[in-house]
């Protein structure tokens, strides 16, 4: 099948940051929603940067000032009444619709207006404010800010505990904006794939050849998927395309997903409806490479155990544990699998001697262990055949359940498989997970595709 571009087009620089906030907005509302763990953190700027500076040294002087003032004889409240008057739009800007009897007690105990007569009648305790605002803080922050409000009311001198209540403030600020999301991510759920979609097309509009890649990775999958079911015996066909000679769109689509899950990052542009979830599908992708390791390290192990060492759990679970941190860094561009996997050879045998000897069992003789390091070491290459059946199966598998409708229970897991279930459900759902939201925002722009690409097959 032949791939055109399609034609390049030039947009103003009002349309480049329109599109980029459009964009932005969309990215940050695809990640509440996909996202369980998403939490806004408090900004902290690098140790040694120029804006950390500046801002020490902007608040120094700030709080410097508010002490000179404090210290005066008559004390001088400016500072301070100011400070007063951003701490209520603060406790006020926390409270509820139905916090009507606390947005009383702020707005009557932190009058301005009557704060300032009393300082300029000498009758302002600025200590007894102080007392009140802990009070509000406590009745409306998270749980887990209790003691850092508690801490407050051991502090006696004055411009070090309003530091301190500004300090406790901006934390409770994220903490309310975090239960903001928590409150709104079932209400975007609900909206954020019409959403999408139609960010989407406004973007599409904006530059035509939005789709292209996406155009060349449903045209590869849809090939890919012939080439397989010519391939096979008369009779046969492919995973999910009927007896027909063109494979059907789900099928299709299901192979571009897994198609994904083995992409060259480096070297090829990723399809733009998953551009936002790049970081995620690699995220999987190296799960699934370290899976398809620590599978074929375990299999060949059980293999040459005696049989009654993979039966028991303790022992297969221990040995588990021991490879997986061993394999832990795979991530790392310092990390190299072979030297990796020498280590993994020289423990597993360790291991796997003092198991038998516990059980009782013949002990590994030195030719053994000496094949069964050999295994484990050719692990390493992507041709080992080994490895290669752990890697179709663990694919096989996702691509059942994808097929599957992602219903409940998962399928079973394929021989081999075993002792890596857990760790293989629990990545199969987030994959799934990912593909069915995808799927539900971009489902129309891939129907039409496919439409023209399967009839041209």
Known sequence: MDFEASPPRFVTVDELLETAKGVTNMVLAHEIVVNGDFRIKPVELPEDSLEKRVKEIVHKAFWDCLSVQLS?????????????????????????????????????????????????????????????????????CAPARDEEVRKLKDI????????????????????????????????????SVEYERKKFQELLEKQPNSLDFVTQWLEEAADDLMKYKNALPAGGGAAGSGDGAVPNPVAVQNYAYLKLLKWDHLQRPFPETV????????ELQLQLEQLTILGAVLLVTFSMAASGISSQANFAEKLKMI????????????????????????????EVSSCLSLCGFTPFTTDKETVLKG??????????????????????FLETYLASGHQKPLPAVP????????????????????VNYNKMVFSPYYDAILSKILVRA
């Open 72 to 140: 005066e004889d008559p004390p001088t409240y400016d500072h301070a009444i100011k400070l007063v008057g951003e701490i209520k739009e603060t406790l006020l800007s926390f409270l509820l619709p139905g916090h009507t009897s606390l947005r009383n007690q702020i707005t009557e105990v932190l009058d301005l207006d009557l704060i300032k007569q009393e300082a300029e009648n000498g009758a302002l305790d600025i200590s007894k404010l102080a007392e009140f605002i802990i009070g509000i803080m406590g009745t409306l």
């Open 156 to 191: 006696k001198e004055i411009v070090s505990l309003f530091r301190a209540i500004f300090s406790v403030l901006d934390l409770m600020k994220v903490d309310m904006a975090n239960f903001a999301v928590s409150s709104i991510r079932p209400h975007l759920m609900q909206q």
């Open 275 to 282: 551009l936002m979830d790049q970081s995620r599908f690699q």
């Open 323 to 350: 490879v997986k941190i061993l394999l832990t860094d795979m991530h790392l561009p310092s990390f190299h699998l072979k030297d990796a996997l020498t280590t993994v050879g020289e423990k597993v045998c360790l």
């Open 375 to 396: 295994q484990i070491q050719a692990v390493a290459s992507p041709d080992d055949p080994i490895r290669r059946i752990m890697d179709a199966r663990i694919l096989t």
């Open 415 to 434: 021989g081999g498989l075993g002792p890596v279930q857990k760790e293989l459900e629990e990545v199969a759902v987030k994959f799934v997970r990912l």
